[in-house]
């Protein structure tokens, strides 16, 4: 005969109301407890932090209540120039800095002290349309909306007149960088169509610049502003140097025609009276570096270019520099600065802006 099983004579069905009530005891007991818990560690956090904030001593508390509305220091809580501050503006310049996610500001924050925008006339002639290539322009992206707009806001903020600079005179005005206010944002106009018929709309959309004494120009000398304009791509150099008395707009000279024994005899045109920059794709006049180091000879031709555009007042420039593997890209910015190089154009902002710049 099978032996009954032993299991098979325990109850089966719902739990009991007593078991019910001991498992909702339980569960509000543990609730409780985390609530408690919580409770006490937020006490304790903020009695901390509270405490941090009660002033200690006379200094303590006039720090805390410094510039705060109805203290003492109200008017003093801040520069009527800290559009920029504690950004130091380094020697690098925004490649295509259009496809930033905030144009022109991203390039500021990092320091930058130049940026490019690609610019195309449209057949409606009405503005001047940003972007690296035709199918890429939108009608919200242009000229004026992404650079000549936010440079006459960004200037009139670091040139407002107060009760004791009532009047802002050609010495005094200051630049986009608190920090340096003599050093000029350099605004690098690449003309993608024809560049006669694109060259005078260029200089019509700079009249609110123009107009406020914010360009640097060539009246028979230099006078520097806190904007310099160079012209790029199809801008006509003939255009550029038609007024021999006025310009405001300065070339970006072939940094490959400045130097070596090819150098052509209108190499002496380019100066640093009708031009700033001397630029040249490093990919084409360079080439790429073997083993992940430029040679002596590919060196040797970076330091005889850069040497030629000194010679004309001119800052060299290298585009189309490799940006990756970031060795490499490190190692050609690192030749680059040794040799003296004018301007520094980068794609990556934030690793350029941890360089140790002069060092």
Request: net charge negative; glycine share 8%.
């Amino acid at each position: 005969m099978v032996a009954p099983n032993n299991y098979s004579n325990q109850r089966k069905g719902p739990i009991g109301i007593s078991e019910q009530y001991s498992i909702l005891l339980l569960a509000m007991a543990v609730a409780g407890f985390t609530v408690i818990s919580v409770l006490a560690g937020l006490l304790i956090y903020f009695n901390i932090y509270l405490r941090r904030l009660i002033p200690h001593n006379d200094i303590e508390a006039i720090v805390a209540s410094w510039g705060k509305p109805g203290s003492r220091n109200e008017d003093k809580a801040g520069w009527p120039t800290n559009f920029s501050a504690g950004i130091m503006p380094i020697p690098c310049h925004s490649h295509n800095d259009y496809w930033r996610h905030v144009p022109l500001y991203d390039a500021l924050a990092a320091g930058c002290t130049g940026v490019e925008a690609d610019v195309w006339l449209t057949d409606t002639d009405t503005d001047l349309l940003v972007g690296h290539s035709h199918g890429s322009l939108t009608a919200a992206r242009s000229l004026r909306s992404l650079y000549i707009d936010p440079l006459v806001s960004i200037l009139s903020h670091q040139n407002q007149a107060t009760n004791v600079t009532r009047d802002i005179t050609p010495s005094t005005i200051n630049g986009v960088f608190d920090t340096s206010p003599n050093t000029s944002l350099v605004l690098l106009i690449d003309i993608k169509t024809d560049g006669a018929a694109t060259f005078p709309k260029v200089l019509e959309q700079l009249e609110p610049l123009r107009s406020q004494g914010w360009l640097t120009y060539f009246n028979g000398s230099i006078v520097p502003g806190p904007i310099t304009v160079v012209g790029t791509g199809n801008t006509p150099f003939d255009l550029i140097i038609a007024n021999s008395t006025y310009r405001d707009i300065f070339f970006d000279a072939p940094l490959d025609q400045l130097w070596g024994e090819q150098a052509p005899a209108n190499a002496t045109l380019y100066t640093n009276q009708n031009s700033l920059y001397a630029s040249v794709s490093m990919q084409k006049e360079i080439g790429n570096p073997w083993l992940g180091a430029l040679s002596p000879q590919q060196v040797n031709i970076i330091r005889g270019q850069i040497r030629g555009a000194r010679e004309h007042g001119l800052k060299a420039r290298y585009w189309d520099t490799p940006s990756w593997p970031v060795g490499v890209r490190d190692h050609i910015w690192d030749v680059l600065e040794k040799e003296g190089v004018g301007m520094l154009s980068v794609d990556d902002l934030q690793d350029a802006s941890k360089r140790n710049w002069g060092a």
